[in-house]
């Protein structure tokens, strides 16, 4: 399995389809609901996945939504084959990415709520009451990072 990380502008067009196909197949087909999946975000985010002979395995995308804040986000998580470490795997991935890339002191996400434990074992600890974003429910879930500050 290959580790990728890129930026939008490095990604290939083939990379970019395959990550937006495998995006919408899982966020709105899967779980019929359908969002804006696209955003500006993808153009300022790390675009993190794991990849073999057959494609691209498991994805997150690693961003600051402030430039100025020392919190990174995690979003967009998939494995498409779940429950046999994928998700844990680029989770990881991702998170060392925010420290050593983005030198951050937290990193932030929006978790599905009946994805929590995977979260929870890397050491995210939910920080609010659950919510719907799109129909699903939902927690803000919080890594506190060592403080490294920009360098």
């Not at 395995?57 to 100025?68: G, I, S």
């Not at 929006?110 to 979260?119: H, I, K, N």
């Not at 074992?121 to 403080?147: A, R």
């Amino acid at each position: 399995m290959k580790l990728v990380i890129k930026k939008y502008k490095d990604l290939s067009r083939d990379e970019l389809y395959e990550i937006l196909r495998l995006r919408n197949a899982v966020f709105i087909v899967e779980q019929a609901c359908p969002y804006q999946d696209i955003d500006e975000t993808d153009k300022t985010a790390y675009h993190v996945f794991l990849q073999n002979e057959d494609g691209i395995q498991a994805y997150l995308r690693v961003f600051r939504e402030d430039p100025a804040s020392k919190e990174a986000r995690i979003g967009r998580v998939i494995a498409v084959k779940r429950r046999c470490g994928m998700g844990s795997r680029i989770l990881a991935e991702g998170i060392k990415l925010a420290k050593e890339e983005l030198h951050a002191s937290a990193i932030g996400l929006e978790a599905q709520v009946y994805a929590r434990t995977l979260y929870e074992k890397q050491g995210f600890v939910q920080t609010s009451e659950e919510f719907l974003e799109d129909g699903i429910p939902h927690i803000e879930m919080k890594l506190q990072l060592e403080d490294r500050g920009f360098e």
